[in-house]
Structures are given as structure tokens and as C-alpha cells.
């Protein structure tokens, strides 16, 4: 058994080095939020089971902390999207599959070289960096805020999510990862789609398709995963399984819904959101695509609330200050989505919450209502 080491480090060299001489050691480790208050970090430390903590000023030792199984390299927290966060464990080999399968997948003439700008305490930007540690990817430093300017100083990848895409040119890298929240309809080239989760180990299906060595088959439209890169347990429960098609019980049941046909996999959003209005089901993600094209919104969110007639109605959440947008809205949706799946409301709000990595709250949208 080991004892857990949490890096209260900001996002650059310093961390690379830190993580670096974590997995040169072995040591068990987990990356702190640093855009969050000192309260949140106590509440963060404590769902980590983190013994140990490096930060700036040195390491220093926690009393509450619990120790973690000797083959146990990382733990860290899921988004909270869908309620509130778990602590995941995953094993050194799960951590070194993801880097070499996903490294692999994007290989070109030269290894990528990496800009990293997402926050490393999630999957997707803490990948980034192990991908350069584990295998012959290199890194580049630069401004975080600052995306496009990694281009011009040789980085060749970088990966982001949905509000990044959208505020920044990337179109002078080879290949960008886009993930967290699902991508728009139309994308640039260079732009790769990914789908995975922190249970998965990052991105485990780019533009539709898994990557080698990852099973993705949906089973009674639940998602269901088996990979090398899976999580081995949550820190205070074990690592769901399903038994799969092929009879084997080591399918990991995503809680995500969709289809895998001829090898793509379509996905539609958390099982536990999907709206039933009417006698007829409806995916959040869905009808927030369809109102997110039209001009003049900004942001959008799609929630189901109980109705006595309807069993739930669905309500809009969209943020934009065009005077004609609800009418804008209505008009689109009259055409492209049966009369069920209209919203019975549209509110304008200021903002959507979302997670760090672009996820809508979706447990937290009742507090907009």
C-alpha cells in the first residue's frame, strides 16, 4: 500500500517535472484544481484520500489521508456533470495503455508535439501530458489563455474542448482533440472528435470509431466499454461491470446512451437525463444542437421538468440578446423535430453552468428554473 500524493502545482513545467518524478518513483498521485477556493480544496483532498501534498512551498503531510494499492498510479475526479463527483483509481498499465493507444492513433511522420492548455486536475488535459511522459511525445509551454500561439512555436497537437474551439483559430495545427461537451454539427479538418471519460482513461473513440485495442458495443442502448486503459475501482466502491455480447463479464456500463453500428459508435447523452414529454423520449443534446445554430445564440441548455399533463416539459435555457431569438428558435425547431420535442418554455439566462471541461450541470439546471 502506498500513501497518495496530491500535486498542488499550476499547470506548466513545474507540473510536468513533478508528474515525471511521480512515475519515475511509482508514487501515487492526483492533480488539485487551481482555479478553485481553499474550502473547495479541502472538500477536493478529502474525496482524493490524499495523504501527502506538493505544492510550491514543499511537501507537507495530511492526517486524514488513505492509502491506495501498490499498483494504483492516479487518482481523480470525475466531472460532477450528472451530481457530484466520485474518486476514480486507475493502474499504472491503465495510464500507460491510454498514452501509447492514443499516441499511436495520432502519429504521423513525427511524434505530435503537444500544447498543453487544459486544466490538469481532468482526463483530458492531464492526458496530455502523460502522453509525452509514457511515450515520444514532446511538449511545448506557452499561455494557456493563448491557444493559437502554440502553432507558431512548433506545437503540432492540442487538445480542447467545445468553448476553446470556439474562441480561438486552431486552424494552424495538424490535429486538434475536441472533447468534454458533445462537438458541433461542423467541424474543420484538423478537428478530431473524441468521446471518452475519465473511468475510460481519456478519449477512447475518435470521430466515431474506437481506438485499437478499445471494445465499444452498446447493450440495451447503455454504452458499455472494455479497454486496457479502464479504471480499476472507485475509491469507495468497485469497478461496475456488465456482462457483454461476447458473454465475458468485464464490460465497464458507461451510464452513457447510444448505438454502435458497423463499428460507429453514436453517442446520445446520460441515460438518466433523457426527457420522456408525451409518451416520447427526448435527448438534451439533441435539441440543444439544434438551438445552439441558430444565430445569435450563445449558450443553451435543455432540461426536463415534471408536468402533471406532459409527465415532464421541456424547458430551454438559452443565453443570446437577439430580440428576435425565441421567434428564431420556434421556427427552426418547427422544421427539423416532431411537436413533442418543442419546448414548452425558453427562459433567457446569463449563463449556463458548466463544469471546467464544458459539461452543462445538468443536476444544477433546476436552480435556473
Not at 456488465?242 to 460507429?264: E, H, K, Q, S, Y
Request: glycine share 10%.
Amino acid at each position: 500500500m502506498r500513501s497518495l500524493l496530491a500535486l498542488n502545482v499550476a499547470l506548466g513545467v513545474e507540473l510536468e517535472h513533478a508528474i515525471r518524478e511521480c512515475v519515475h518513483t511509482r508514487t501515487p498521485f492526483c492533480v488539485l484544481d487551481q482555479r478553485v477556493s481553499d474550502e473547495q480544496t479541502k472538500v477536493q483532498l478529502e474525496l482524493l484520500g490524499a495523504s501527502e501534498i506538493l505544492s510550491h512551498e514543499g511537501r507537507s503531510v495530511r492526517r486524514s489521508g488513505r492509502m491506495v494499492d501498490d499498483d494504483i498510479g492516479l487518482v481523480m475526479l470525475t466531472s460532477g456533470s450528472s451530481g457530484a463527483p466520485k474518486a476514480a483509481q486507475l493502474t499504472w498499465s491503465a495510464l500507460e495503455a491510454s498514452a501509447k493507444l492514443t499516441q499511436s492513433a495520432l502519429r504521423a511522420a513525427a511524434p505530435p508535439v503537444w500544447y498543453p492548455c487544459l486544466p490538469a486536475n481532468h482526463i483530458g488535459g492531464l492526458a496530455v501530458l502523460l502522453r509525452a511522459i509514457f511515450s515520444d511525445a514532446t511538449l511545448v509551454w506557452g499561455d494557456a489563455s493563448k491557444l493559437a500561439g502554440g502553432a507558431s512555436r512548433g506545437a503540432t497537437h492540442i487538445a480542447v474542448v467545445r468553448a476553446q474551439l470556439a474562441r480561438h483559430d486552431l486552424s494552424a495545427y495538424e490535429k486538434v482533440l475536441l472533447g468534454g461537451a458533445r462537438p458541433p454539427t461542423a467541424v474543420d479538418d484538423n478537428v478530431v472528435a473524441t468521446w471518452g471519460m475519465t473511468e475510460t482513461g481519456s478519449g477512447v473513440v475518435y470521430d466515431g470509431f474506437a481506438l485499437a485495442g478499445v471494445d465499444v458495443e452498446s447493450i440495451d442502448g447503455e454504452i458499455i466499454v472494455r479497454s486496457p486503459t479502464l479504471f480499476h475501482s472507485y475509491r469507495d466502491s468497485p469497478r461496475p461491470e456488465i456482462l457483454g455480447p461476447d458473454g465475458r463479464d468485464d464490460w465497464f456500463p458507461t451510464g452513457d446512451a447510444g448505438d454502435v453500428i458497423n463499428g460507429r459508435v453514436t453517442v446520445r447523452g446520460r441515460l438518466g437525463y433523457v426527457i420522456n414529454t408525451g409518451g416520447e423520449k427526448l435527448w438534451p443534446e439533441d435539441l440543444e444542437t439544434i438551438i445552439a445554430s441558430v444565430p445569435g445564440v450563445e449558450d443553451v441548455a435543455v432540461l426536463g421538468v415534471d408536468d402533471p399533463e406532459w409527465g415532464q416539459r421541456v424547458v430551454a435555457f438559452v443565453v443570446g440578446d437577439t430580440s428576435n431569438l425565441d421567434a428564431a428558435i420556434r421556427a427552426l425547431l418547427g422544421e427539423r423535430v416532431g411537436p413533442w420535442a418543442k419546448p414548452k418554455e425558453i427562459r433567457r439566462v446569463t449563463s449556463i453552468l458548466r463544469t471546467s471541461n464544458g459539461k452543462i450541470r445538468r443536476s444544477e439546471l433546476h436552480t435556473l428554473l
